[in-house]
């Protein structure tokens, strides 16, 4: 396949569109009563097992899977990766967030030069550094201990960590090194969400992390220069550099911000925001809360996937597997969305972290080289909790759309909980849920079944399950730290197979470019308008007379605008 080919214009593309046809007309009750192709649809690696057995395939399927990801050059391209090569071709970059979690030893380039000695130096600094302020050899400005930590970042530089954070606060370990500390996440610039961040807290006792790789990010930058006054106006402007530290490569604005620029931990740009999770980004304030050594467990069980994605074949191999039956669900069955279904309440951020790493990497119309795509590449991801999910968006699930399902579950329990006299232990009562709904999608109910009830016939069609809808499960030993870093990197390289795969860009999001220019221009608009009189020119009729009627409505914003701080 030469570069500049689509994919849909190869012959195994061709070739699963009309395998598509049949498997259309079967049913997973059908698939389900083959033992034989069940087992071979379950795949375990370091504890986790893999079940997808109930997608909507055949092992004819997967055999001509494999051969679009020996068309689409798969195996290349997750070499290429790993080698440093500018595989994000618009940004003319390398993608190198293995990096950020590989041991010592290895050696990952980008650009002739091993980035792994850059990568441990931060981390080596990050590890200093929390100790430093854990211990209490570090303190305030006005001598006391800094106990609370705001992560200060949008997108990717709040979305993962927050994810990390959620996942780890019920974990056992990780709540004994957290003790009589709490670590806040500051990302939207809604001053709704800087008072809720402060309300509580002391800026005696505060450290703010700034996360942001430029540091001109406009959301990020405001609610840093928001928390500095915060931090100034109780504290007195010197204590700046005592209670606020970045995360950036501009030392020259981090320096003229107020921070000392030793304490700025740097990242490179072949780490993308949405994939930075393990790098200062997330590293940092999560040190800062647990500890360096339960972090570094989270990046050991990440670079276990690393390895596994690279030297496992692809029958066995479970961010390609899962990517591939992406594909096939996305473009092949015309499935667009994806639930999320982790059953475990301690993962209830993972779901809007995934959804922006994939919607982000895959959310694009063209190709690598530019070329329209004639199919549709990307999934809608969203999720929640089971079984808060069944009270929620799963009656649509069963008996509305057809939405392939990502079941996770958890063996043991962060948090057990027995009680005497019970038929089972919560946990279990959990799991029994996790267990029954994969099942209850693929084989429904017929109006046989309901008939021999004796369902009343008037009911019978609101009662009525078609089944054969998609699922598959992944089941986790346990959900400490190295078993978040697995799940967090599994389904980063599935992101990243279905990208190959398309054939596009995985890395880049010029996406979200355009609304933040003109945002541009409505902020110089809105600042015209309320300091000098002026009428809103320049937008559509739409937007004027929206524009025109907030400035209206809300004239009693001053022009020259005081300082002025939420007060919860």
Not at 386 to 403: C, E, P
Not at 491 to 499: K, L, M, N, P, S
């Amino acid at each position: 396949m030469s570069s500049s080919t689509l994919i849909c214009d190869t012959q195994p593309w061709k070739e699963l569109e009309a395998h598509a046809v049949d498997v259309k007309k079967t049913h997973l009750r059908d698939l389900l009563s083959d033992e034989e192709r069940s087992r071979s649809m379950v795949v375990e690696f370091d504890g986790i097992l893999l079940d997808y057995s109930r997608q909507l395939a055949t092992l004819e399927t997967r055999e001509k899977l494999f051969k679009l990801a020996e068309v689409a050059s798969l195996k290349e391209k997750i070499n290429r990766m790993y080698n440093g090569e500018h595989i994000n071709s618009t940004e003319n970059r390398s993608v190198l967030h293995v990096a950020l979690r590989a041991p010592r030893d290895s050696v990952i380039q980008s650009d002739g030069k091993n980035v792994v000695p850059d990568v441990w130096n931060v981390l080596d600094k990050i590890k200093e550094f929390s100790e430093r302020i854990r211990s209490g050899s570090w303190v305030g400005a006005t001598g006391k201990e800094l106990k609370d930590v705001v992560a200060v970042g949008i997108g990717g530089s709040f979305l993962g960590p927050l994810f990390v954070h959620t996942a780890l606060q019920t974990d056992p370990g990780a709540i004994e090194s957290a003790r009589g500390r709490q670590l806040r996440f500051l990302a939207n610039v809604d001053p709704i969400d800087v008072a809720r961040n402060i309300t509580g807290l002391n800026p005696e006792t505060t450290l703010v992390v700034i996360v942001s790789k430029t540091f001109t990010t406009a959301e990020t930058m405001l609610n840093a220069r928001t928390l500095r006054e915060w931090i100034s106006s109780a504290l007195g402007p010197s204590a700046v550099a005592k209670h606020m530290v970045a995360v950036s490569t501009n030392l020259t604005l981090v320096e003229k911000f107020g921070i000392d620029p030793n304490n700025a931990f740097a990242f490179w740009d072949w780490v993308g925001g949405r994939y930075s999770v393990c790098s200062a980004v997330g590293v940092l304030p999560l040190s800062l809360q647990y500890g360096f050594s339960v972090i570094e467990k989270f990046l050991n069980g990440a670079s276990s996937i690393d390895q596994h994605i690279y030297s496992e074949q692809f029958e066995r191999n479970l961010p390609v597997l899962l990517g591939l039956l992406s594909v096939w669900n996305v473009s092949f069955l015309g499935y667009p969305a994806r639930a999320i279904l982790p059953y475990s309440q301690a993962l209830e951020k993972f779901a809007p972290h995934i959804q922006q790493v994939s919607m982000e990497s895959n959310g694009k119309g063209v190709s690598i080289d530019g070329v329209p795509l004639p199919f549709e590449a990307g999934e809608i991801d969203f999720g929640e909790p089971g079984t808060n999910g069944q009270h929620s968006f799963y009656q649509l699930i069963h008996q509305g759309r057809a939405i392939p399902c990502d079941f996770i579950g958890v063996v043991k329990s962060q948090q057990p909980v027995y009680l005497s006299g019970e038929v089972v232990s919560n946990h279990d009562e959990l799991m029994s849920n996790f267990f029954a709904q994969p099942d209850a999608l693929a084989y429904g109910k017929t109006s046989e079944q309901l008939q021999k009830e004796n369902v009343p016939p008037h009911l019978v069609p609101h009662k009525t399950f078609s089944g054969n809808r998609p699922s598959l499960s992944l089941l986790l030993p346990s959900l400490n730290a190295y078993n978040i870093g697995q799940l967090l990197a599994i389904f980063e390289h599935r992101i990243a197979v279905e990208g190959f795969i398309w054939g596009i860009n995985s890395f880049d999001q010029w996406g979200v470019e355009l609304g933040k220019s003109l945002a541009t221009q409505v902020r110089k608009q809105l600042n015209a308008s309320r300091t000098q009189g002026e009428p809103v020119q320049g937008f559509n009729f739409s937007t004027t007379s929206m524009l025109t009627r907030y400035l209206q409505a809300s004239a009693d914003v001053p022009a020259d605008l005081p300082t002025r701080l939420p007060k919860i």
